[in-house]
Structures are given as C-alpha cells and as structure tokens.
C-alpha cells in the first residue's frame, strides 16, 4: 500500500490528501500543536506533532512511500532537514516520491518579465532566500545519497475559503495599485494534480513552476471578484499609501511572469483552472450551495 507522510498537512497538503486517500491509500501528517494533531486524525489520517525542535518518532515514518514537505523553514533553516536528513539519505531506496513545496519568490524581482525555471535565483526578500537555501539543501541529498527529491515551486494559492470572493464578502479585499506589477497564481485543487501526476512520473532532481496560465495585476482579481457577486469593488488605493502588514507588502517586493510550461511537457497536466477567472467562477458556484 502507497503511504503518505506530509508534514505540515494544511491547505495544500489536506488537497492532496483527500485525491490519495479516496484511491486507498494511506496517509500520516503533523501538525505543529496537540489540537492540530487532533483535527489530522478527525480526518482518519495518522497523525503526530512537528513544531520543529525535535524529530519524529521512527514509527512516523513506518511504511512510507512517499513524503510531502509543506513546512516553511524558519531562521534555522528547513525543520525537516535539520532533523531528519540523515534518516532519509539511509532511507533514500525506500522512498519512491518526495517533494519540497517552494516558492515562485526564489526568483525575485524580474519587473514583470517571464521566468522559467532555468531563471536566475536572485530571491529579494528573507523567505525567499530561506526557501532557495531548503531547495539547496534537498536537491543535495538527492545527488549524495539518491533520494528522489522534487521541487515544486507555488505561485500564490487560492481556493475554497482563500480567495477573493471571501475578502469581499467579509469586508477585507483591498484593490492596490502598484503599476507594473503582476503576479501569477494557482488554484489549490491544480496543485493537488501536479503533485500527483509527478508521483506518477517522478524524475528525481527536477524542478517545476505550478502556476496558471494568466498572469495578472492584483487588482484585476478583486475588481474581477466583485463582478462576480455583485458588489462595488473596493475604492483604489496606491501602493504607497496602503496600510499593509511587512509581509504583505513582502508580496509587492516582486513583480514576475511564471511560465507553466514544464509541467505540461513533461507531467501532461492539464489545469483545470487555467486564470482565476475560471478558478473564480467554479468557487463562486460553491458559495450557492
């Protein structure tokens, strides 16, 4: 039987979890508290804590086929790595599939230009910077030791119950506007099929952008929202003049185009949300019922 380890089973995590688990496989996850470790195993799933200070138990890893890690790395670098890379290298033939979720902000600011996964890695903020320096760090114990490490680097998520229809209905989208800027996003359920389509073709070493087909200023996203349900979109407000917490403003620090086109060569996906505009109307379908 297939067995999944995620650590760190939250948004994206739960996505895949679900697809894997209505196919019968097995499926194990941390949290990083006891009440998060009880809303893992509400689901059915095995469940331990991971807060980063500590390893796992051996048990945790009993089985296991395949590895998501889905935990930020802090100020000391990827949890996961400090405390359980050298279980994994003398594990590396027993692990058919892992992947490393990264980030789109590996890149840095490329003042709306196009970026491919051949692109320079000149990361501009500090989470940037820690997750290329967890990428390094993964894809080296793929060339020491064999372990079939993937790298996925994530375009903004969103997704039922993290997306602009939500911040309009509950008050708190802001339409900001910063000329030239455009981001590129992904919707929650895509990431779940390019994370299973490279479990059914794994290529240890690779690397890929998950991100749809439409890069777009942010503000087109909210006034696109409010269309939608038929409410005024939020007054404009400069970039300069928005009251943004630092790590919202961090997002503005780059402006890029992610191509996509690697996971459709090489993985065949097929986005079911190719923009937000599709991925927008599918969610607003799901608020009426």
Known sequence: MNHLLCFGLGYTGKALAARLAAKSWRVTGTSRNAEGDDAIAALGYGAFVFDGSAPLPSQAFQNVTHILVSVPPDASGDPVLRHHAEYLAAQAKQIKWLACLSTTGVYGNHEGGWVTEDSPLTP???????????EQGWLALYRQHGLPVHIFRLAGIYGPGRNQLVSMLDGTAKRIIKPGQV???????????????????????????????????????????????????????????????????????????????????????TLRYPSYREGLAQLAKDLKH
Do not use: W
């Open 183 to 269: 981001f590129s996003r992904i919707h929650v359920d895509d990431i779940a099929t390019v994370l299973e389509a490279s479990m059914a073709r794994p290529n240890p070493g690779a690397v890929y952008n998950v991100c749809d087909d439409d890069p777009s200023p942010p503000q087109d996203v909210v006034t696109h929202a409010a269309d939608i349900i038929g409410l005024r979109p939020p007054s404009a407000i400069a970039f300069h003049n928005a009251k943004l917490s630092p790590m919202a403003r961090s997002f503005y620090a780059d402006s890029k185009r992610v191509s996509n086109a690697l996971i459709k060569k090489e993985l065949g996906v």
């Open 124 to 134: 501009d903020t500090e989470r940037g910077q820690r997750r290329l320096d967890a």
